[in-house]
């Protein structure tokens, strides 16, 4: 009996041991989904065109930008030039330039949406200042030469606008929208370059050159880049609706990523994705592929749980036990052999509970439908809740037998001494 009894304690440790090691990975934090995550917002935020800012920008502006395109052109008609209806008209609008390029970090794009902008355009005036400025510059024009193979117009042909461009201090374009950096607010007056582009069929078109005074119209929408971001097709995946944070699926690794580029951290990303997809895991001494312990796990267990429950029903086997068994029950150091419901519960615990439940758990946080192994998983859970069922039966007519073994051994009649 002893021998039978150490064989069903070596395996309960055995259990045990297998046990602990599946619910130790199941409770580990899998962050390869975080991971992923992380990865196809990057691969959106590469999606997204900055170069559409300025444009957005100036349709914000369309009906100032119209106001006083249609006052100069006024002011040209008056002074007694020709407005096509296709003429150039080019108005800088103040504004911060876009972070661009794929060696932006993410920290200065996240910057730049999430803070406060001054953005705005610059609105002329006085209609009479531009036509008395005009009329004063095409007083001035001299006559332009015709060449010798040009017969001379024998009336003044009529100049014709073809172009009106405004320009204060220093600017950039980007996708055909003039900008000007907002410093030019602080640094320069309220004055504005005019230059009206002129046509009347001879070669070295004149054109007309001014200054007229004008006010800075800024916008009342100080977050225009991130209502911008949320206007995009694909920026507005970039922003969580709730709490508008910007990369809520890159935020947990905010701090390793942030001052890298979109190509430095989406190697960073698919690292951590490799590192923790692919890993081993340790079963009495055998490495196990963390990416296959969805299988290994259930199946250890399940033959470890049979091989006990073959182990019991053999000591099960047979009736009432003889007085050397039940000797041999009462003083073995295991658990299963005390007579105390404690006991009792500890036993069903360890050898039923732990296995079956570590295994559930292992299936619930880290299965996945469209895998293969999460399927043999199931599988092989499954078939470790039914051998867990008979052996909790073998279990319990192994601690019917102690019962009665210690029944008889109370109700034998003491020897008679003979005096």
Not at 23 to 42: G, H, I, N
Not at 160 to 178: D, L, P
Not at 199 to 224: E, I, Q, R, W, Y
Not at 280 to 307: E, H, Q, W
């Amino acid at each position: 009996m002893d021998e039978r009894l150490k064989a069903l304690k070596s395996l309960q440790q055995l259990i045990c041991v297998a046990a602990a090691a599946v619910l130790a990975f199941a409770v580990t934090t899998d962050r390869s989904k975080d991971y992923r995550a992380a990865l196809d917002e990057l691969e959106v935020f590469r999606k997204v065109d900055l170069k559409n800012y300025p444009v957005y920008v100036k349709r914000h502006f369309a009906s100032q930008e119209a106001a006083n395109r249609n006052l100069l052109l006024k002011a040209a008609k008056q002074a007694h030039l020709t407005v096509r209806s296709s003429t150039v008209f080019s108005e800088p609008f103040v504004m911060d330039y876009p972070a661009m390029g794929t060696f932006t970090r993410l920290r200065d794009f996240e910057g730049f949406v999430t803070a406060q902008h001054t953005v705005g355009v610059y609105l002329v005036n006085d209609e009479r200042e531009v036509l008395a400025r005009l009329t004063e510059q095409l007083s001035q024009k001299p006559q332009q030469p015709v060449p010798p193979t040009q017969q001379f117009p024998t009336k003044p042909v009529p100049l014709t606008v073809t172009g009106v461009y405004a320009n204060f201090g220093s600017g950039m374009s980007i996708n055909n929208v003039t900008m000007a950096d907002p410093v030019v607010l602080h640094n320069s007056p309220n004055v504005e370059s005019l230059q009206f582009l002129l046509f009347n069929g001879l070669p070295m078109p004149p054109s007309a050159n001014m200054s007229v005074s004008c006010t800075f119209k800024p916008s009342d929408n100080l977050h225009l880049p991130l209502d911008w971001l949320k206007s995009d097709e694909n920026g507005k995946n970039l922003v969580d609706p709730k709490s508008g944070v910007v990369f809520p699926r890159l935020k947990p690794f905010w701090e390793r990523i942030a001052d890298m580029g979109t190509d430095n951290a989406t190697l960073f990303l698919q690292e951590r994705i490799e590192a923790t997809t692919h890993g081993s895991l340790n079963l009495f001494g055998v490495s196990v592929d963390r990416d296959l312990i969805l299988l290994a796990g259930p199946a250890t267990l399940s033959a470890l749980m049979l091989f006990f429950l073959l182990h019991l029903r053999q000591v099960n086997t047979g009736g009432a036990w003889d007085e050397g068994e039940v000797k041999s029950s009462r003083v073995y150091p295991w658990v299963a052999c005390f007579r105390d419901r404690l006991s009792g519960t500890v036993t069903y615990g360890c050898l039923i509970g732990l296995p079956i439940g570590s295994s559930l758990l292992l299936l619930f946080k880290h299965g996945e439908l469209a895998e293969r192994t999460t399927w043999w998983g199931a599988g092989l859970t499954m078939l470790l809740i039914v051998v867990g069922g008979f052996a909790a039966h073998t279990i319990q007519r192994f601690r019917k037998h102690l019962r009665d073994g210690d029944a008889r051994v109370i109700t034998a009649p003491s020897p008679v001494k003979a005096y």
